[in-house]
């Protein structure tokens, strides 16, 4: 049962995203190592062997995107993209939990930092490593590219095909929290706030129209226009 538009695969409350290739499917992050069967439960819906995996694109080396990265890269034998401000961190497994941008997830950054050690994971040196701040996707058979977009972390990245959809990590998520308390698809942890709005600003200049996030539904791209200006305005008072 072929595909022929992007799966959404749900990992607890983290997002896999599985793409159709000319050759294959590319995976976009893999989720946490505990819920990995739960990817592999989707592959088996549709019929697909973890085989058909020809590259997973890792958006960011936060814990819930890439804990299943070992599981899913030794039943697929698919080669592994990241960027190089984060690889060195990849290959040593080097936990990064990065500060929160509101009063509630300043603490709840710092208590994830004071247990970092539990979120360990085996080192993994990616395959290819993205050092362009944009990269054609088209020898990996998607019509597309890579957009480096930092903020979140120094070194995510997302996938924007030419068909308007864009894979953004967590640029920008859409989680319950993000609608209805925060009002704005601004991320409750970033590494660089001002990097964040600029990379906002790259991504409203392609040709996406919806997004989709690492956490939460997909959603409009006129929802991130409209949030980019009210937070700046915010950002200036």
Known sequence: MPLHSPLLIRLGSANAYLLPARDGYVLIDTGDPGLTFLLFRALERYQISPRE??????THIHYDHIGGLWAVQAASGAKVMAHEAEAADLAAGRVVIPP?????TRLLGGAGQRLSRFFRFPGYRAEYIVRDEEQSLHEFGLDGRLLYTPGHSPGSMSVVLDSGAAFVGDLCPNTWYNRFFLRTHFPPYADDVAAVFRSWARLLNTPARKLYPGHGPPYSVDALRRDRMLDEQKARR
């Open 53 to 58: 995996i020809r590259l997973i694109i890792i």
């Open 100 to 104: 929160g941008t509101y009063p509630i």
